[in-house]
């Protein structure tokens, strides 16, 4: 319990109605949560807007509000508080409800548009391995050293997240690691919390539906860079030309990585199997079990972190020859006929291109490819085309299935997927709309030594169609199949 005029010290108030010096049992945004005693937060979302349900929030049992616009009809022994920015106000309220949890852990952010979860998966249990107890937000799951909280979202709502740091620091943390997608930039859902560092991966075409421009899109990212305090650090993939413009405005200490080019962190691909990868990082080889160019970065990206969090290079590079890839993320599994099949999250242009670069990089001239590949359906329309054009040029066969359909006709994503095929790559090109079947289809024509690419969902187990998620895990579809077909 916190009294309330306590957690408004961070806060700019425009008006206050009431008696601040109140007890507050908790912060919610949601007046379904609100029980006897919470302050309630009314944010204007993007598809509902919380000043509509201040009244069902007070019949719930609020006995604060904190909003943009204070009604006409005031609730008597109500306390409103007006600000200029609920969202914003929701994360600093959290932060201080927690007692700033954020500022007693090093905390580095990853944003990007791929590479988030491999490299603060790779971060936390680099860290971890090193022999500190350490904290993870990720798309795939929460940790708070090792135990673990199922992800509901790319990173968590503000009071949610500083509950989970408050946990992590109460738990003996001194790291955590989180992946900080545009919408959680965008929706203020980090403001209030105190970052030691910020990785900056890559921007390309993703999120369109919700940020409408590439322009919007970029913004977004930039913004957390902007915010970050001058004795933190910014560490930016040199070779993606908007690294730079995500620094234009930091305060804080930058510095950069690169494969391509000179920097202050610089990595070197020598060899690349399906095994993995030998690199060349900052001129000491060291054996990795991640493949692939885009690997190559995330694990630079792991190195210069921990560097800049005041590790040593070669306790840093030993440890990081040990890790394993992440979960759905490049994970590879054979039949007993030596059939390869690849799981992977790819779910972009430009993700699915780095994967299929990675295996085109290393497979032989007489193992086929063949890509199973969907698109999300509510999501950015225009990347269909585009994923099945990149699928039908870099694959020796592809078939279009079933992502997450959602509320869509799944026919009718796949119809938008063709679309940018070209003629002389459909003849290639298969279209199964079960997924399961797609997978299945895969396995029986591949013939010994080809591969299988399953992309998009990598980690999940559901399918998600008109509403109601199903089991669905495209590793253990394919496991079942090896087995049944070749064992």
């Known amino acids: 319990m916190k009294i309330l005029s306590d957690i408004l010290k961070s806060v700019k108030i425009t008006k206050v109605i009431g008696n601040i010096e109140m007890p507050v049992t908790a912060i919610e945004f949601d007046s379904r949560k609100v029980q006897s005693g919470c302050l309630f937060v009314a944010i204007k979302g993007t598809l509902t807007n919380g000043h509509d349900y201040i009244e069902k929030a007070i019949e719930n049992g609020a006995k604060a509000i904190i909003c943009e616009i204070i009604p006409e009809e005031i609730a008597k022994d109500i306390v409103f508080v007006q600000v200029s920015n609920s969202s914003e106000t929701l994360g600093k309220l959290a932060s201080a409800f927690y007692d700033f949890p954020s500022s007693k852990l090093k905390l580095v952010g990853v944003t990007g548009t791929n590479g988030k979860t491999t490299t603060v998966t790779i971060l936390?249990?680099?860290?971890?391995?090193?022999?500190?107890?350490?904290?993870?937000?990720?798309?795939?799951?929460?940790?708070?050293?090792?135990?673990?909280?199922?992800?509901?979202?790319?990173?968590?709502?503000?009071?949610?997240?500083?509950?989970?740091?408050?946990?992590?620091?109460?738990?003996?943390?001194?790291?955590?690691?989180m992946?900080?997608?545009?919408?959680?930039?965008?929706?203020?859902?980090?403001?209030?919390?105190?970052?030691?560092?910020?990785?900056?991966?890559?921007?390309?075409?993703?999120?369109?539906?919700?940020?409408?421009?590439?322009?919007?899109?970029?913004?977004?990212?930039?913004?957390?860079?902007?915010?970050?305090?001058?004795?933190?650090?910014?560490?930016?993939?040199?070779?993606?030309?908007?690294?730079?413009?995500?620094?234009?405005?930091?305060?804080?200490?930058?510095?950069?990585?690169?494969?391509?080019?000179?920097?202050?962190?610089?990595?070197?691909?020598?060899?690349?199997?399906?095994?993995?990868?030998?690199?060349?990082?900052?001129?000491?080889?060291?054996?990795?079990?991640?493949?692939?160019?885009?690997?190559?970065?995330?694990?630079?990206?792991?190195?210069?972190?921990?560097?800049?969090?005041?590790?040593?290079?070669?306790?840093?590079?030993?440890?990081?020859?040990?890790?394993?890839?992440?979960?759905?993320?490049?994970?590879?599994?054979?039949?007993?006929?030596?059939i390869t099949a690849i799981v992977d999250y790819a779910h972009t242009p430009d993700a699915l291109l780095n994967v299929l670069n990675a295996i085109n990089e290393i497979r032989n001239d007489d193992q086929e490819l063949i890509t199973v590949v969907g698109a999300g359906g509510d999501r950015d329309k225009t990347k269909r085309p585009e994923m099945a054009k990149i699928a039908s040029e870099h694959s020796d066969k592809v078939i279009l299935t079933s992502d997450n359909p959602r509320?869509?006709?799944?026919?009718?994503?796949?119809?938008?997927?063709?679309?940018?095929?070209?003629?002389?790559?459909?003849?290639?090109?298969?279209?199964?709309?079960?997924?399961?079947?797609?997978?299945?289809?895969?396995?029986?024509?591949?013939?010994?030594?080809?591969?299988?690419?399953?992309?998009?969902?990598?980690?999940?187990?559901?399918?998600?169609?008109?509403?109601?998620?199903?089991d669905f895990n495209d590793r253990e579809i394919i496991e079942t199949n090896f087995n049944e077909l070749y064992n």
């Open 124 to 177: 936390y249990n680099l860290i971890r391995k090193l022999g500190y107890k350490t904290g993870l937000l990720s798309t795939v799951r929460n940790y708070i050293d090792d135990q673990i909280i199922e992800a509901t979202h790319t990173t968590p709502d503000a009071v949610q997240m500083n509950k989970l740091m408050k946990q992590m620091v109460d738990y003996g943390c001194e790291y955590c690691f």
């Open 179 to 338: 992946e900080v997608s545009s919408h959680a930039i965008h929706q203020e859902r980090i403001a209030g919390l105190d970052f030691t560092g910020a990785l900056f991966t890559n921007i390309t075409h993703d999120h369109l539906d919700y940020h409408k421009t590439f322009a919007e899109y970029i913004k977004a990212k930039k913004k957390f860079f902007d915010d970050l305090k001058p004795e933190s650090f910014a560490l930016i993939n040199k070779d993606d030309k908007n690294g730079s413009v995500m620094v234009q405005n930091t305060k804080a200490k930058v510095k950069n990585y690169s494969v391509r080019s000179a920097s202050d962190f610089k990595a070197k691909i020598i060899e690349s199997h399906f095994e993995g990868s030998m690199l060349n990082i900052d001129n000491i080889d060291v054996w990795t079990y991640f493949v692939g160019r885009f690997n190559a970065y995330n694990v630079l990206a792991v190195y210069a972190s921990a560097i800049m969090l005041g590790f040593y290079k070669n306790e840093i590079l030993t440890a990081l020859s040990e890790m394993k890839p992440v979960e759905g993320r490049f994970e590879t599994l054979r039949s007993q006929n030596g």
């Open 407 to 470: 509320s869509e006709d799944p026919n009718a994503i796949i119809e938008e997927m063709k679309a940018g095929i070209d003629i002389v790559n459909k003849k290639k090109v298969l279209s199964i709309v079960d997924r399961k079947e797609g997978i299945r289809t895969a396995c029986l024509l591949a013939k010994r030594g080809d591969i299988v690419l399953v992309a998009g969902k990598g980690h999940e187990t559901y399918q998600e169609i008109k509403g109601v998620k199903y």
